[in-house]
């Protein structure tokens, strides 16, 4: 089992910045690719960037690319996303997941899920 708890969510005005973190326990983090993934109010959850293991391939998502980062600490056992020039649309509850496997973006492929926390941002 892993155990995945996100933090640094909050109401940030547009344009401005939020770092979130994730951080893992339990099995051995640095054997699992990781992702985010957001969730906004009636709608499916969608990727947002996912981290190999090691942390040498990123993907992300069109809507993010170049605005968001995604990193990792092994020696923490934490998976950072740095988020810049947020939007409105950013709004959603974000949560990390971990799989045991290669970097995917697809939502059934990874192991385990943390909570999540919302952000929110304002026009």
């Known amino acids: 089992q892993v155990q995945l708890v996100e933090s640094g969510g909050g109401l940030v005005q547009a344009g401005g910045s939020l770092r979130l973190s994730c951080a893992a326990s339990?099995?051995?983090?640095?054997?699992?690719?990781m992702g985010w993934f957001r969730q906004a109010p009636g709608k499916e959850r969608e990727f947002v960037a996912a981290i190999s293991r090691g942390g040498g391939s990123t993907r992300y998502a069109d809507s993010v690319k170049g605005r968001f980062t995604i990193s990792r600490d092994d020696a923490k056992n934490t998976v950072y996303l740095q988020m810049n020039s947020l939007k409105s649309e950013d709004t959603a509850v974000y949560s990390c997941?971990?799989?045991?496997?290669?970097?995917?973006?697809?939502?059934?492929?990874?192991?385990?899920w943390g909570q999540g926390t919302q952000v929110t941002v304002s026009s």
């Open positions: 339990g099995r051995t983090f640095s054997n699992y690719a």
């Open positions: 997941a971990a799989n045991f496997g290669a970097t995917t973006m697809f939502v059934n492929r990874y192991d385990y």
